[in-house]
């Protein structure tokens, strides 16, 4: 069996990272058919040290510009040109125009606000029309749908009336925590001497609205006030232009000294920072899964995430529940955890029992099995 799958966002973080663990286990778990990934050539130097390699495993690299209409073309005339049984999509707009091949679609998440609400969301409105449509188009065409939360599952079941008629083909797929997320931390002390860390709360992920960075650094400056020697706070991630007003607020809440800005930190580095992090804080306003959180279990950090979208479903019982509009419940759950070593212990063990349960072999079993059943009922 030829399965083909794209590839083309697979230089982004998060989904690269899920398009990565889903090939490298696939490969093991189903050593007989034969992997077509489909990537973007703009990118072919990322790929070409980032991608998995095996004997089952192929690279195919697609000209044009992303989401183009050459590179569409181009695209759909390779997919047809290797004669794949099985085509997975592997976020939510990239099915394929003119497909002839079963098709598998992964979504990420499920945008549905109208286009002035979805502004930090998307470039432009091209874009957002582009997304809508492009989803809407994989829904309808696919022959199995693949959700990384019930959250994302629900939101898409609930939208319309339209999209509850594909509830039958949507199954929750939940994502993974690598390996390599542990309790093994003998170089830890060398990274966070790196950045001048001691004690401290750690967030990671983007700086941007929707990841709630301004209201982590309001509930840390409500914390602070309570506490004055409360931990500092790492803040681990790419800055973002649309953010430049950060500092105003770290001046207005009087934390400019208490709060440590890491940039980008090499994916090696992020055990270790976890590992030695008082707690992880990730009080994100919008997420389809939370791979972070996850990856705080793993290391033993006792999490502080929030109460809404698909971050309860991940974290279960294992994490400090937060309104993420309130910097005053933000910034009580870091003063309990500061005060109360028995809520963080506790927290520790529930949290690497929860992470666990979560793993990127068990995500890719649960996808070979979508891909068999669609397989054996297509004449394809």
């Keep these: 069996m030829k399965i083909g799958i794209d590839g083309r966002l697979g230089y982004k973080e998060g989904i690269g990272r899920y398009l990565f663990e889903l090939v490298e286990n696939l490969a093991e778990l189903a050593p007989d058919y034969r992997y077509i990934l489909y990537f973007n050539a703009e990118h072919s130097d990322y790929y070409t040290q980032h991608a998995p390699r095996r004997q089952n495993i192929e690279w195919r690299f697609i000209a044009g510009a992303a989401f183009r209409g050459r590179e569409q073309w181009n695209l759909i005339q390779a997919v047809k040109a290797d004669k794949v049984d099985l085509y997975h999509a592997t976020f939510e707009y990239g099915a394929p125009l003119w497909l002839d091949a079963p098709l598998i679609l992964t979504v990420h998440d499920a945008y549905f606000l109208p286009p002035a609400k979805s502004k930090e969301y998307f470039r432009s409105f091209s874009t957002y029309l582009y997304y809508q449509l492009m989803m809407a188009y994989g829904l309808v065409k696919a022959k199995r749908v693949i959700t990384v939360s019930n959250f994302v599952r629900n939101k898409i079941i609930g939208h319309s009336a339209f999209y509850s008629k594909f509830k039958n083909k949507i199954s929750a797929v939940h994502n993974g925590v690598g390996s ?201």
């Design 180 to 380: 390599e997320f542990n309790l093994n931390g003998d170089d830890d002390a060398g990274i966070t001497g790196k950045y001048g860390l001691d004690r401290y709360f750690l967030y990671v992920g983007a700086l941007t609205n929707h990841k709630n960075i301004f209201g982590l650094l309001s509930g840390y400056a409500y914390a602070v006030r309570q506490m004055p020697d409360c931990p500092r706070l790492a803040v681990a991630g790419k800055p973002n232009k649309s953010l430049w007003n950060l500092s105003e607020l770290l001046e207005k809440q009087g934390i400019v000294d208490k709060v440590s800005f890491l940039g980008y930190v090499p994916n090696e580095e992020l055990p270790g920072l976890f590992r030695r992090a008082l707690a992880f804080a990730f009080p994100s306003l919008h997420e389809g899964f939370g791979i972070p959180v996850l990856e705080a279990m793993a290391c033993g950090t006792p999490v502080i995430t929030s109460d809404r979208t698909a971050l309860p479903e991940v974290a279960g019982d294992a994490a400090l529940l937060v309104d993420p509009h309130s910097p005053e419940a933000i910034g009580n759950a870091m003063l309990n955890l500061c005060r109360d070593p028995a809520l963080a212990a506790e927290l520790r063990a529930k949290g690497l029992a929860r992470a666990g349960q979560f793993s990127w072999r068990k995500m890719a079993a649960e996808t070979l099995t979508l891909y068999r059943a669609v397989l054996s009922g297509s004449s394809h």
